[in-house]
């Protein structure tokens, strides 16, 4: 009965909090050796049948491991037009840096700039850092927590030209 006093706010407020635009944590790469690992793509397509569409998209998914240190480089890039009108145009950049401290402590920080025409951001830049604390390594599974504190700038393409500017934390 106790545990489920305390999973029913979690889920309250879990459905009171708003996901993040890019899940970044989904691309991190799982390698257990040291130096580069990564891929990176691009495709372009082009059809006029009495209809022009266009379509482009570019992605890259970098690490750099060392001893202590780890960096992971994101992009992705995606275009889809017919007829002159977007039906897709969005693109992001990720950089993040990540210093092994001790066997459960590592210290994080990272930046990110993106837009999206279609949902009106003309761009959003975050900077953020913080503790990411390593909870369970077994060959199988591996588990991380981390709370970060970011900071996002935000301008978008709406009529009243909205900039925010916001204080959040990304767990």
Do not use: C
Not at 122 to 145: E, H, I, Q, S
Request: glycine letters at 8%.
């Amino acid at each position: 009965m106790k545990k489920l006093l305390l999973i029913i706010p979690l889920l309250l407020l879990l459905k009171t909090i708003s996901a993040q635009v890019v899940n970044v944590e989904s691309q991190r790469l799982q390698s257990d050796s040291l130096g580069w690992l990564g891929s990176a793509g691009a495709d372009f397509a082009y059809t006029n049948n009495g209809n022009e569409a266009i379509s482009a998209a570019a992605n890259s998914q970098i690490e750099y491991k060392a001893k202590k240190d780890l960096y992971l480089i994101l992009g992705d890039y995606s275009l889809f037009k017919g007829n002159g009108e977007d039906f897709v145009n969005t693109g992001f950049g990720h950089l993040r840096y990540n210093r092994k401290l001790g066997k459960v402590l590592r210290l994080e920080a990272f930046t990110q700039l993106q837009y999206n025409a279609i949902t009106r951001i003309n761009m959003r830049w975050l900077l953020g850092t913080g503790p990411r604390f390593k909870l369970l390594d077994k060959k199988w599974l591996k588990v991380y927590a981390a709370t970060l504190y970011m900071y996002e700038y935000e301008e978008d393409g709406d009529e009243m030209n909205t900039i925010l500017r916001d204080h959040r934390s990304s767990s």
